[in-house]
């Protein structure tokens, strides 16, 4: 085959620009630690606690009253989570520096606040008047069993297991997380 070389007023095609890749690199970075926070022991923590938190706000309340019953608890739970990290960050020597101490606490239980953001908007569809209340409220509560079900594929897949390991981590994070979620409700 001849080789063709193009015109001499055409200026030879551009190699792919590093930039474009940087730029795609920095956006994927939020959506990365977002991922990560579902799948970090805040964020299943944060799980367990809004599905069983749903679970146990729905006898006579709307929608509205559960999303703020929800959003409220989990907010006091976060909270009380950056505490413990902040008072047991003192207990090392030498201690970090206190701001430093809240922004990691802040960091480290950030999953919390991000596992209510699917069953938050689920339950405000419901308030809104979007979908019927117990349409909203039984997606709500069973996305916190699909999320489970996703860390659980999405872990095994990150560790490289074959199809029948995914499986396994989808139906053991689920089946545990419902067992966690049933006991909670039981305890509330």
Partial sequence: MES???????????????AARGLRAAAARPARHVLSAYSGEHGVYGIVLVTALIAVGWDDDTDLEVLVFVVGTV???WLAHIYASVVASRAAAPPMPLR??????????SGMLVAMLVPA??????????????TAYFLALGSGLVMLALIGYANAARNGSSWGWRLAGIASTTVLGALVIGLSILAH
């Fill in 4 to 18: 063709v070389a193009p015109p001499p007023d055409e200026p030879p095609a551009a190699p792919a620009r590093p």
């Fill in 121 to 134: 908007l689920l339950l405000s569809l419901g308030a809104l008047g979007l979908v019927e209340e117990y």
């Fill in 75 to 77: 907010l006091v739970f």
């Fill in 100 to 109: 430093a101490a809240l922004s990691h606490g802040i960091r480290h239980s």
